[in-house]
């Protein structure tokens, strides 16, 4: 076999070298080939396969040579790939497969063809040969569009899968959505069509096909994972940059142990900042580029309400359209009652749902529509029957749902939620904290007056918040920072975003008053009690003025802090390096300032209100970090701890007939023989003060 193989290569060259010679040759092949084929319909056998295989082989390298022969034999092959391939044996039909690559690569047959060919090929019962397709499309698709896109083919191409969606059997469907989705990731149809061919995907009845498409919409990012491994070591490479220096000034200053804390609150600020950089989780950018995203959510909430398959792909459906209603800002009134019957903590998946119901509110949405679901999430899931892990994520619900829609939640109910920061559950705690948190930066008046805490400027003004009111910038964030001439100014007086450093005339008077206020209390002992009440009064109207002065210097501050990022937006035009260096100087005051939080509440420079287009469920999830320990689990952690360590080697005695020594003697002493001890040396380190109290003392019981 090996020499005739070696013959038959031969032989190509030797037609190839020169065609006009070995044309009748070439031809009495192509007849014999025929007589093979029409022979092999009326009884196949094995060997008919294998001689039939080898002449489409030596055909096809050599047709090229004869032109007679162009439009003829990739037609035959074609109409008997096509109309007979559930009765060819599977090797036959990838050795056709293959010859018609080799033609089509040597530009015999045109692409679009062999791709509408293969496409139907993809419901063949053949495994091997889907895989071999699939790949091929893949890298043809990708081998096309290289240089430009090809639009003519693409629109052929996708328009072909459209129809086959719905008409085609439900494997070759399937492979076709893999490959639409392979591609779109790929970044090769990453376009709208591509997009909206996906979410008609998502309508077939087929449910294979169905969860492909709502798993592309639901997936991670759709980026190439190259790309993301590129950008995590650009981002350890900044952050190494950025904390050297405090490491090398740590090592070389003193008290390292405080500047050790900052680096690591350094490294805790840089890490957050990672992640916002980083890109959203799932593939918005594809639920983006819907056409009619209104016309898609009520199909897949009407499809929602006919489902009776299983509970996975209900949920999923569910999740894709409070995504859509959440990113287009859709009004599907009918979506939040429904998912109120699901909205019980005895439910599988329900921290999803409740995720599902955060994503599905916006500030769009009349209160009273999300005002039922959330009283709902209180009654069910926040009351002291449930268990502190129910409590704690239904706590956390309630906060990402008022975290995009906050006009839904009442007075009353914000009040008994708040009281939960007192529980004896750190996760429960935790959580009504942070909600105490959210509404001190979006709407004080509704929490009591112990709850609203101190006044800062990322505090929004009572009564602003109003239904479809929106907050325009006046200027770009962070502006503010390059106000300042050098980065000496910014380390000594560290100025926040918004505000500006007092002058140093007020902290001296401020300094004096403190002195001052120091001698009257000392002199204080020395008045009577009327007086000391005139002067408490004194002090609280003086304590008034000042917090009113404090605010009258906040609000001028922050108006001339407008008035320079107004002058800085008409005067200049800002680049690339002028917003770098916001970034960096904004990462700086972060890390210098963000210990220093006592007094009033510090405004970080991004801005609070923007959480992202989607809700992780983990974290609703967030419960407590250290979960406690059963009295087992305590137990079986300390065993395994003694396990490795070996407690109290003791040295050994030179000789073993030998006595103690005198500290294990004085270990050993009875009590009472010591204790006398004790309060002689106790007595012995009394300072002069101490002994005098002591005898005024006995002198005062003896007279008695």
């Not at 090929?121 to 040969?129: N, R, T």
């Not at 070591?233 to 090592?251: D, F, N, P, Q, T």
């Not at 749902?401 to 529980?423: G, S, V």
């Amino acid at each position: 076999r090996r020499w005739t193989l070696m013959l038959k290569q031969w032989y190509q060259r030797r037609v190839r070298g020169d065609p006009p010679s070995y044309k009748d040759d070439f031809s009495i092949q192509y007849e014999y080939l025929k007589s093979k084929i029409a022979l092999f319909f009326v009884s196949p056998c094995s060997e008919l396969n294998d001689e039939i295989s080898e002449l489409i082989m030596f055909v096809s390298h050599c047709l090229k040579c004869y032109c007679d022969y162009h439009e003829e034999f990739p037609k035959m092959l074609e109409d008997l790939i096509r109309k007979h391939n559930s009765v060819l044996p599977s090797e036959l039909r990838v050795v056709i497969c293959k010859s018609l690559l080799i033609l089509r690569n040597r530009d015999l047959y045109q692409p679009v063809l062999l791709m509408k060919l293969f496409f139907e090929l993809l419901g063949c019962p053949d495994k091997a040969l889907r895989e071999m397709l699939k790949l091929h499309i893949i890298t043809d698709v990708r081998n096309i569009n290289l240089k430009s896109n090809n639009n003519k083919m693409n629109r052929a191409i996708q328009a072909f899968i459209h129809t086959m969606l719905f008409k085609a059997s439900p494997i070759a469907a399937k492979i076709a959505v893999q490959i639409m989705i392979e591609l779109y990731r790929k970044h090769i149809w990453n376009d709208a069509k591509t997009v909206n061919i996906l979410a008609d995907a998502c309508l077939s009845p087929h449910n294979k096909i169905k969860v492909a498409a709502l798993t592309f919409f639901l997936s991670n990012d759709p980026s190439t994972e190259e790309d993301g491994n590129l950008s995590e070591e650009e981002e350890k490479k900044e952050k190494g940059r950025k904390i050297s220096g405090m490491v090398r000034s740590a090592g070389v200053t003193k008290k390292a142990r405080n500047k050790m804390k900052k680096i690591e609150r350094a490294r805790l600020i840089l890490r957050k900042e990672a992640k916002k950089k980083r890109k959203p989780e799932g593939s918005f950018l594809a639920i983006h580029l819907l056409n009619d995203p209104q016309t898609f959510a009520e199909k897949l909430f009407k499809e929602l309400n006919k489902l009776s398959d299983k509970f996975e792909i209900k949920l999923m459906v569910m999740q894709l359209t409070a995504r859509v209603i959440g990113v287009h800002q859709l009004f599907l009134f009918n979506f939040y009652p429904y998912l109120q019957k699901y909205l019980n903590h005895s439910q599988v998946h329900c921290t999803k749902i409740l995720a599902a119901a955060a994503q599905s509110s916006h500030s769009l949405v009349p209160p009273d529509v999300i005002e039922p679901m959330l009283k709902h999430i209180a009654n069910t899931f926040i009351s002291d029957h449930q268990t502190v892990e129910v409590m704690a994520v239904g706590i956390n619900s309630v906060r990402e749902i008022c975290i995009r829609c906050p006009l839904a939640m009442e007075k009353d109910l914000l009040q008994d939620l708040a009281q939960y920061k007192k529980h004896t559950d750190k996760g429960v705690s935790m959580a009504a904290r942070s909600l105490i948190s959210l509404f001190r930066t979006v709407n004080r008046s509704m929490l009591s007056k112990a709850d609203q805490g101190k006044p800062g400027d990322n505090m929004i003004e009572e009564g602003t918040s109003e239904y479809g009111a929106s907050q325009a910038l006046d200027a770009i964030p962070g502006i503010e920072f390059l106000n300042s001439s050098s980065d000496e100014e910014e380390e000594e007086e560290a100025p926040e975003p918004g505000t500006t450093p007092e002058p140093g005339s007020k902290r001296k008077r401020v300094s004096s008053v403190s002195s001052n206020s120091g001698k009257r209390a000392r002199t204080s002992s020395e008045t009577s009690g009327g007086a000391r009440k005139r002067r408490r009064t004194n002090s609280s109207s003086r304590s008034r003025k000042n917090s009113t002065s404090r605010n009258r210097t906040l609000s001028e501050t922050s108006s001339k802090v407008k008035k320079t990022a107004s002058e800085w937006m008409t005067e200049k035009i800002l680049t690339e390096e002028d917003f770098k260096r916001i970034e960096e100087k904004r990462l700086a005051w972060l890390m210098q300032n963000k210990q220093k939080r006592k007094g009033k509440r510090q405004a970080s420079p991004e801005r609070d209100d923007d959480h992202g287009e989607i809700i992780n469920p983990s974290n609703i999830e967030k419960i407590s970090k250290h979960k406690k320990q059963t009295k087992e689990e305590r137990l079986q952690s300390v065993l395994e701890g003694r396990s490795d360590k070996k407690f109290g080697i003791k040295k050994a005695k030179m000789d073993p007939h030998a006595s103690t020594t005198n500290t294990d003697k004085r270990k050993n002493k009875p009590f009472m023989m010591v204790v006398h001890k004790r309060g002689i040396k106790e007595r012995s380190r009394k300072s002069f003060a101490e002994k005098q109290r002591d005898l005024k003392k006995k002198l005062l019981r003896g007279g008695k």
